[in-house]
């Protein structure tokens, strides 16, 4: 079983609707988790980082952390075509290997 | 504010010939770098990674190097170039190991 399980996709919706993004993992250890957007040929952005449990909300963006289910999300907001781009869950314990997701690819239509 | 620099956009090399990417970070010190190497489907695979000044931990046995001659500047290498190599490469740097990581625009490396 791979550390870190993120559904490719792709995921299209149309603009305005709510996006859900998720990531399953399996190591119970891990306590820091990112979101990264990473359009076409570029390097990924850092979005969203939590430490542990919990909800953060950013503008249209919220991560959640749900540790007893092992589970990630990321929600979207109010979704315009700008949204459009690969999203990468990443997560550690602590030290110097990040583990990524291999993204999911969200189409925002107008 | 921090920024981080990764050149070239683009590179198109033959089989066998040397490697050189070169990356640098402003408006910080001391920062812990990375190199990661992302192929299609595979997602992202960490190369290098570098804590100080000299200091280079490898995470996978290739055909590629990592060097830190200054605080601030990390650069990637080969001495010959396998078709495998081909890939888009990141670099990155972080504050310490428990803080996010921010990435580079990568450089589209082509072995033909």
């Known amino acids: 079983q791979k550390e870190v399980e993120q559904d490719p996709g792709p995921l299209s919706v149309p603009e305005g609707a709510i996006v859900s993004l998720n990531c399953t993992y399996s190591n119970s250890a891990f306590q820091y988790f990112m979101w990264y957007r990473q359009y076409s040929r570029k390097g990924p952005e850092l979005l969203m980082y939590?430490?542990?449990?919990g909800n953060k909300e950013d503008g249209r963006f919220t991560a959640q952390v749900d540790k007893s289910s092992k589970y990630i999300s990321l929600f979207i907001r109010d979704s315009q075509p700008s949204d459009s781009a690969t999203y990468l869950c990443?997560?550690?314990?602590?030290?110097?290997?990040?583990?990524f997701g291999k993204g999911t690819s969200l189409l925002v239509t107008p | 504010s921090q920024t981080i620099h990764q050149w070239p956009a683009t590179l198109v090399q033959p089989v066998g010939s040397p490697l050189s990417l070169e990356c640098t970070v402003e408006?910080?010190?001391?920062?812990?770098l990375y190199w990661y190497r992302q192929a299609a489907g595979r997602g992202l695979q960490l190369l290098f990674y570098s804590v100080g000044i000299g200091q280079i931990s490898s995470e996978v046995p290739q055909n590629l190097s990592a060097s830190r001659p200054q605080d601030r500047q990390f650069i990637l290498s080969s001495k010959k170039l396998l078709l495998s190599d081909s890939g888009f490469y990141l670099c990155?740097?972080?504050?310490?190991?428990?803080?996010?990581?921010?990435f580079g625009n990568g450089t589209r490396l082509t072995v033909t």
């Open positions: 990443a997560m550690y314990n602590s030290g110097y290997a990040l583990n």
């Open positions: 990155a740097w972080g504050r310490d190991s428990n803080s996010p990581l921010h």
């Open positions: 939590t430490y542990s449990s």
């Open positions: 408006g910080t010190s001391n920062p812990n």
